[in-house]
């Protein structure tokens, strides 16, 4: 209909229209009345008939241009040339765009962003605005946009552009959308892959195998081209072979035979290097082997010597040991499941990085690893555990009992601040560190402690004068507020310290000095008499290869302290704190103990175990709250405690197994069978699991899936389990799963990280489900960068089923084709209010009323005359001129 009303009702005043003009014929022609009456009465039936179809809101009909939505896949998928060419073939469009069709850009990757909204002008394109990542291809959330963005009343047209590799998302689920809008998908085909590409298509694996039973791993590559390349492949993150290798055109499969694993989780990854490669992100890719067979302990020990007792008595009982030093610990929980269980005998936490211990108790609490610690005087507090990973996978803190007097501290920290200490490690520089050290000693120290910070280079100064510890932020302010620069002069900071400290009222006095540079000469050794003549002992740090080693080595021996070396700047605030612990509690306890047994323990049965020789000496430690405190002093102090941490048990014995503090144990007939059955108590349990999880990742989601039945076929429900998952780069997470079904529970995890995964499934409350379950799996590189010949297809199904076609590709299509873009199948008319246009032509007809009723005929004559003069002149000059109608 040509036109439409707004208000219809209002068309009723219609029927007043021939009883008007019939009576304002008869007045007109009445005797009396004046002037061209049959003219006026048709005049002011038409003012009346504009009138009405104002009110009406009248809109006049008018064909509508075209809304054309240029939807451009920038992944990394496509090609430099590709996106090049689709770029010349949307300028090239919008060039032949009409006055009224609109154009607008969607630039999408993993996510999809307007970059040119609708009534843009494209014809000048030449960059994208938009930065997605172009990791993956989201399909469906570039059709999500386009749909919020299109205008309903106008006819929509989209032009997409892509290789149809889509790894995100399903845009086939919003086909119906676009047939309900009439929103027609034209397809531009852009190359899937450049011309010069390899890539491992999966690394292939036994999930589950026995211990020395061979098996073998198939590497399966893709290339497009013939040439030479390199292959390697590791094994628990160490190099297992390397060689080389020449490709294909197609498929090609190496398979390495004869592989023999120990019991635990192992991990395999497979990289390939070639020359001509394009994309580096596909050539990787990874395996899951577990490992079944009996268990072993992993023994980790500073001195072979002084373990070498533990060592035989565990040997004879038949406890199998892999003996390893501190720095040999794996620092990834994966490596560490080829363990049952890992003793830590008297280890010092400052021999431990923090990755090291972060990943020890991932593995205890993940996956259900056992953990063993024996004192010394280098263990728990003395040893530096406050406030690490350690301490919170042990059944004990390190802080002395509260009932437990102190002695008064005066504490002197001497930093280092020359320019060197501003050199960074990681995201922080040292003196960053050092700054933090000393703020986290302040939660060790009592409040009538004395605390005094000296920061030296070529001069000194006091940001922390000696004072009680007590307003917290007002230390940590002045520490925090120092920065390097100058030299390095010790001296003169040692003989600053030395004053402030022998005028100091307390029991213990303490130096801690911290340098990683090389200090102008000075009576270093007289400074330490000194210092030790008026009751300070002296310790101190050398941070890094450019320290005076020898130097602070030399002071701490002179001072009776205690000297500690590291490369490791982030180990600082552990040294610190270490330091403040041993100076100002009484944590070595060395004098003789009768032990008492507590809360019992399968590992106190046998007839040896029931009277307990006495121990010369222990560390002091707080037992936790869910702690079992299994044997103790006769003050209640814990000598062997134990808990259930996440999935593992952790166990800690706070003497020793030595000469110096269990003399009396070494003769003792159960010494063997006490530490051989808290050593199996502590491990994984040797029996399979009932639970049989399956692990899924993909699309960046995991999940987990368990289906619990039991012997006589029955789904067993409203099991309370829990999954601990670990990524690849070794950090967890704990998960409830949730019943989803009968005997059916589920969970999903983000997981966003290439590499292998691992999950461990258990009922900690459930006796039949106590056993973790563990499964790994694989998430490989993003399908952006695997070969898919589904993505024509997906697109051609688009075209088809919303209306649209396949223009052309990969080259830009001839000018006759682009042309068709704008032409929408199902055109649209729009509509144009005429309400002021109406009112104009009833204001004018009302005038003209006016006039022939009032102005004489002659005037009215003379007028028309005038006007129509020049038109005439126009016809004599230009007797062809005719008016067109423009587009």
């Not at 009883?19 to 007045?27: E, K, L, M, Q, T």
């Not at 038409?46 to 509508?64: M, N, T, Y």
């Not at 960053?432 to 005094?452: F, I, R, S």
């Amino acid at each position: 209909m040509p036109v439409q009303f707004e208000n219809p009702i209002w068309l009723i005043l219609l029927l007043a229209l021939p009883p008007a003009f019939i009576g304002w014929h008869r007045f007109l022609r009445s005797p009396g009345v004046a002037g061209p009456t049959k003219a006026v009465a048709y005049l002011r039936t038409l003012v009346l008939l504009s009138l009405i179809l104002a009110l009406a809101g009248a809109r006049l009909a008018v064909p509508q241009g075209t809304d054309v939505f240029f939807v451009l896949d920038i992944s990394h998928s496509i090609s430099a040339e590709a996106q090049l060419r689709s770029m010349d073939f949307i300028r090239q469009s919008a060039a032949l765009a009409g006055r009224k069709d609109r154009t607008a850009l969607v630039a999408f990757a993993a996510q999809a962003y307007l970059d040119r909204p609708p009534g843009s002008d494209l014809r000048q394109l030449r960059t994208i605005e938009s930065i997605p990542a172009k990791t993956d291809t989201n399909l469906e959330a570039a059709l999500q946009l386009l749909l919020a963005q299109a205008d309903p009343e106008r006819p929509t047209k989209v032009v997409l552009m892509t290789d149809g590799q889509e790894t995100l998302g399903n845009a086939e689920t919003l086909i119906p959308r676009f047939q309900q809008l009439n929103i027609p998908i034209d397809v531009f085909l852009l190359e899937a892959h450049p011309e010069n590409e390899a890539a491992i298509e999966e690394v292939q694996a036994p999930a589950r195998t026995g211990q020395d039973q061979p098996f073998q791993v198939r590497v399966n590559a893709i290339s497009t081209y013939y040439g030479p390349a390199r292959l390697r492949l590791f094994r628990d993150g160490r190099l297992f072979a390397d060689s080389a290798v020449n490709l294909r055109q197609g498929y090609n499969v190496f398979v390495y035979e004869g592989i023999k694993e120990e019991p635990g989780v192992h991990r395999f990854e497979a990289r390939l290097e070639a020359a001509a490669d394009t994309f580096t992100e596909n050539n990787a890719g990874y395996a899951v082997v577990v490992t079944e067979g009996p268990h072993r302990m992993l023994f980790v020990t500073e001195s072979l010597d002084a373990s070498q007792a533990l060592i035989s008595a565990l040997d004879r009982q038949g406890v199998h040991l892999d003996v390893i030093t501190p720095h040999q610990l794996p620092a990834n929980p994966t490596l560490l499941t080829a363990y049952a269980a890992v003793l830590l005998h008297d280890v010092s936490a400052l021999r431990l990085s923090q990755t090291q211990m972060t990943a020890l108790a991932s593995y205890v609490r993940n996956l259900g690893g056992g953990l063993l610690t024996i004192g010394g005087r280098q263990s728990y507090g003395l040893g530096g555990y406050m406030k690490t990973p350690l301490e919170e996978a042990l059944p004990v803190t390190m802080d002395a009992p509260q009932t437990l007097v102190m002695p008064s501290l005066a504490l002197v920290l001497v930093l280092d601040r020359s320019g060197s200490m501003g050199e960074r490690q990681g995201q922080y520089t040292k003196l960053d560190l050092a700054k933090e050290a000393v703020v986290g000693v302040l939660d060790v120290l009592a409040e009538n402690d004395l605390l005094g910070v000296l920061a030296f280079d070529n001069e000194n100064i006091w940001p922390v004068p000696l004072q009680p510890v007590r307003n917290h932020s007002a230390i940590a302010g002045n520490v925090r507020a120092l920065s390097p620069g100058g030299g390095t002069d010790l001296g003169p900071a040692m003989e600053e310290a030395y004053q402030v400290l022998r005028q100091a009222q307390a029991m213990v006095k303490h130096l801690v000095i911290l340098s990683d540079g090389l200090s102008l000469e000075a009576d270093f050794e007289g400074l330490t008499n000194r210092l030790r003549s008026a009751g300070v002992t002296v310790s101190t740090v050398a941070v890094g290869k450019g320290a005076d080693v020898r130097l602070l080595e030399d002071i701490a021996r002179w001072g009776a302290g205690r000297f500690h070396f590291t490369e490791d700047a982030a180990a600082i605030p552990q040294i610190f704190v270490g330091e403040a612990l041993v100076v100002s509690r009484p944590l070595a306890v060395e004098e003789t103990v009768v032990p008492v047994i507590g809360q019992y323990a399968s590992f106190l049965s046998g007839p040896s175990l029931t009277d307990l020789p006495q121990l010369d000496g222990y560390v002091l430690t707080t037992p936790k709250a869910s702690a079992a405190i299994h044997i103790e002093t006769a003050e209640g102090h814990p000598l062997l405690a134990s808990w259930r941490y996440g999935l593992g048990r952790a166990a800690a014995f706070t003497s020793g197994a030595t000469v110096a503090w269990a003399s009396s144990w070494l003769d003792w007939p159960g010494f063997a069978p006490f530490w051989a059955q808290l050593s199996r108590w502590v491990m994984r349990p040797d029996t399979q699991s009932e639970l049989k999880p399956v692990l899924d990742v993909h699309a960046g989601i995991g999940t987990i899936t368990v289906d619990i039945i039991d012997q006589e076929g029955r789904f067993v429900n409203f099991v309370p389990l829990v999954a601990e998952i670990t990524a690849p780069d070794g950090t967890g997470e704990v998960l409830p799963l949730s019943q989803t079904a009968p005997g059916r529970y589920q969970a999903e995890f983000r997981a966003g990280q290439q590499g292998s995964w691992l999950v461990s499934v258990s009922s900690p409350d459930h006796p039949l489900y106590q056993t973790p379950a563990l499964i790994g799996t694989v998430l490989p590189y993003s399908p952006e960068y695997r070969w898919n010949q589904a993505g024509q297809s997906l697109l051609e199904r688009l075209a088809a089923r919303t209306g649209g076609q396949v223009i052309s590709g990969p080259e830009v299509p001839p000018t006759s084709r682009l042309e068709a873009i704008f032409r929408h199948p199902k055109p649209a008319r729009g509509s144009v209010p005429i309400r002021t246009y109406l009112l104009i032509f009833a204001f004018v007809l009302f005038f003209l009323d006016i006039c022939l009723r009032y102005l004489p005929p002659g005037l009215l004559i003379s007028w028309m005359e005038a006007w129509s003069r020049p038109l005439t002149e126009l016809r004599k000059k230009a007797p062809d001129f005719h008016f067109r109608r423009f587009r």
